[in-house]
């Protein structure tokens, strides 16, 4: 448990962060630990400014916005030497425990102290709302409100003149705050980044407005949808819709101001939470507000029920807590533990990774669904990874195509090599980049004596298999036995670098598995036990030509990662065995594993990329809509009773491995009209 803890403000600031930092700071105290404030962010930490905070240090800040501890971007953070010097200063300080209030930049570095072992907690602060994992974040209803007013107002010098306004909000690439402010404003049109717009059609509707006799015209435009305020107004100009036309940037006015009574509220509650959070030991949460919804309570008489909050606030606060501000984060924590517990604990990281050599057939979109629904009906972080570890096989433009299926199907994800400032903070997310991370961790398994160079070729093998007293695989795998391991006296000192750097390829390199039986729970398959040394042997890491094995980077890629959330075709069933006997030996921490049954063809086959009529690009240039794909392949999966329409998110309510049977799922000879004859 910590004694002393950090409390930092990143990136943009949001009204309610001063009140945050006041609950994370008092519900320290209230448990006897120490505070202390970082100034700027992450710069600050990496510059050593810190100051210790008391009880009075932050009082009378809950109606002011903005954060008296400042904020600032720091580029310096995102290279390892900025975070291991931040760590340096929080180990010199003598603080063991942080808590990290942002949004996706703050708490992309907040994970990336916590993969580091440094316990941090992170608070969802950000007016775009963008932050995944929690439903509303600090500042965003504020930010909403000022928003509202703003369009109330012109509203009302709208009509005086019959003028049309274009009112952009922030929001980044999310449209939150343009949605609700247009939906509470009144606003005749509403542009996001989410929805594509045809302006042609939007200045009809605001021509056919003007037709019907209104006074004035509202639109409300997400500061990064595709057509900003300015654009269209340059657009509306040319079309002469019939209004006289103004823009108005709202901006960062909707930063600033007094964080409203809904802000206060949530950041004092997730604010408490994070400190209750780094009290039970939990490492890289983040709390934010899930779960919320209409609910419709039971009336058990004909008189009405009195709140839990009530009862609560008149049965558990401390008449004296007033007078003593130390316990007022404790009395509200009480009243918090009344109602449903909504703060997410650690989000679960998993990952889909295709290996660019053809096209993608609907049975890989069927595993991608199926690990897509398995994060994020979880609130978890998704991942997707290239595997073209093996360059003559490579098909160039193929991973770029793959990323346009996926993203035809509605899936998106969080980390990956498409998206900005390196995709994420384990870039690279390319294998054929990864190399340096491969070359540690065979040093690490060299240094402890679990690797060992091999010159037997697969033919020498293959001969003593077949031999008189050989044992071929039933499966037909040949394993590797460790009679031919080489006595530890015949290797030389130094030989794995010396084989990884002179460009020799007289040899692979080999892990020696243990002689034990490997015991492991598959979601959909089952307890599966197996004894790697029989069913194996000692494997290949890396192989004689120089390329890594699959193996390898694929335990090594998630273990940096932190993936533990595996979801892959049922054909790598018989690779996870070795793979938790590599992960072991890396000493990492198994994560949990399904293997999705597989769809085969008409003749009972494996899907290969020789099915081109069975490829996501052949069906969308089919003129096939991708809800009518999606749907098809979740009443394989078994989640609908009977294959329609729909959206992945559609399914969310729906997914559980318990719907998801064993048995691998014929697909129909022509898939297309299959599909076509859907409803």
Known sequence: MPSKIAVLTSGGDAPGMNAAIRAVVRAALARGWEAVGVRHGFAGLIAGDLVPLQARDVGGVLQLGGTFLRSARCREFRDEQGQLTALDRLAGAGIDGLVVIGGNGSQTGAYALATRGFPVAGVASTIDNDLFGSEITIGVDTALNIALEAIDRLKVTASSHKRAFLVEVMGRDCGYLALMAGIAGGAEAIVLPEVEVDPHQLADELRGAYGRGKAHAIVVVAEGAKYNAEGLARFFKEESPGFDLRVTRLGHVQRGGTPGAFDRLLATRLGAAAVDHLARGDQGVLVGLRRQGHRHPPRRSGRPQEAPRSRAVRAGADPGAVEAPAQVAGTLRQVAGTLPQQVAGTLPRGRFAPSPTGPMHVGGARTALAAWLSVRSRNGVLVWRVEDLDPPRVVPGMAEAHRRDLAWLGLDWDEGPDLSEGGGPHAPYLQSQRGPLYEAALARLAAAGRLFPCRVSRKDLQTLATAPHGALHDMGEIPYPATLRPPASDIEPGWLENLLHAGTTEAAVRFQVEEKTVVFQDRIQGEIAERVDR?????????????????????????????????????????????????????????????????????????????????????????????????????????????????????????????????????????????????
């Open 535 to 679: 069913s194996v042997g000692d494997f290949v890491l890396r192989r004689r030509d120089g390329l890594w094995a699959y193996q390898l980077a694929v335990v090594v890629d998630d273990l940096a990662m932190g993936i533990d959330d595996v979801v892959r075709g049922a054909d790598l069933l018989a690779s996870t065995a070795r793979q938790i006997q590599l992960i072991e030996a890396l000493g990492g921490t198994v994560p949990a594993y399904a293997h999705v049954p597989l769809l085969v063809n008409a003749r009972g086959e494996k899907l290969s990329k020789r099915d081109a009529g069975l490829a996501v690009a052949t069906l969308r240039d089919a003129g096939i809509a991708p809800e009518r794909v999606v749907g098809y392949l979740a009443f394989s999966l078994g989640l609908l009773a009977e294959p329609a329409a729909c959206r992945p998110q559609d399914l969310l309510p729906l997914f559980t491995w318990t719907r998801i049977g064993k048995e691998a799922w014929i697909l129909p000879e022509d898939l297309t009209a299959a599909l076509r004859r859907m409803t």
